[in-house]
């Protein structure tokens, strides 16, 4: 079975520009999670999705993130304009429940 | 809220040693507790588990038991190999229905040496 997917696994951008991360979660799993991942700290929900619908997004900064996740499967997370701390590691996550959450490799970002 | 304490890292470790990583938590109700381990590279992927107080969550040689008393979900294993070096995180359940989440703590970095 295919684990999460995610791409690009490295970004380098300079501030003000947009970037976009994408995500392919578990076939199945209708849980799927963004998180950001500073050095040296554990994961941050930035939003969490059930099929299509976002449950949660408290914690995105909605002036310059925004996601979103067509047809329940694939997810897309973009920043428009990054700023230098955004620089941090961008995880996706899928889920059939809370109790267990499959997470991809990660994307590297570098704000510069 | 909800919170999770670690012990802080880096923990070096020589092969074949004990190894203890502290997990405490701050919680409401009866959350569920969680190891979850990053390999270098890698994503994060679920070690063990355990959902009531007293449980013992259980795999590859770790162990962590759910004490409700000492509020703690502390992570041993017995012998240690230089393929476990990676990053621990001990995470709890938070809310309920749409505001259900995992609580992160900061993470434990292992090193074992040969």
């Known amino acids: 079975e295919a684990g999460v997917v995610q791409s690009p696994r490295y970004k380098i951008i300079e501030k003000k520009q947009p970037v976009a991360f994408w995500c392919n979660p578990i076939?199945?799993?209708?849980?799927l999670y963004w998180y950001r991942q500073n050095l040296g700290q554990g994961p941050e929900l930035l939003i969490r999705y059930e099929n299509e619908e976002a449950v949660d997004d408290s914690q995105l900064p909605k002036d310059r993130f925004s996601a979103e996740r067509l047809k329940g499967v694939d997810s897309t997370l973009k920043i428009q304009p990054a700023e230098l701390g955004d620089s941090a590691v961008y995880l996706c996550?899928?889920?059939?429940?809370?109790?267990?959450?499959?997470f991809g490799p990660g994307t590297r970002l570098t704000v510069l | 809220g909800n919170s999770v304490t670690q012990m802080e890292g880096p923990v070096t470790l020589s092969e074949e040693a004990f190894l203890t990583i502290n997990c405490t938590y701050t919680?409401?109700?009866?959350?569920?507790l969680f190891w979850y381990v990053q390999y270098p590279g890698e994503g994060l992927q679920l070690l063990l588990k355990a959902t009531k107080a007293d449980d013992k969550g259980s795999n590859k040689g770790f162990e962590a038991t759910y004490r409700k008393e000492t509020t703690s979900f502390h992570l041993e294993k017995g012998s240690v190999q230089v393929s476990d070096s990676a990053v621990y995180f001990c995470a709890l359940t938070s809310g309920g229905g749409n505001n259900r989440k995992l609580i992160w703590g900061l993470g434990t970095s292992l090193a074992v040496n040969p």
């Open positions: 996550a899928s889920s059939l429940s809370v109790y267990e959450q499959f």
């Open positions: 919680a409401t109700g009866y959350p569920s």
């Open positions: 076939s199945g799993h209708n849980t």
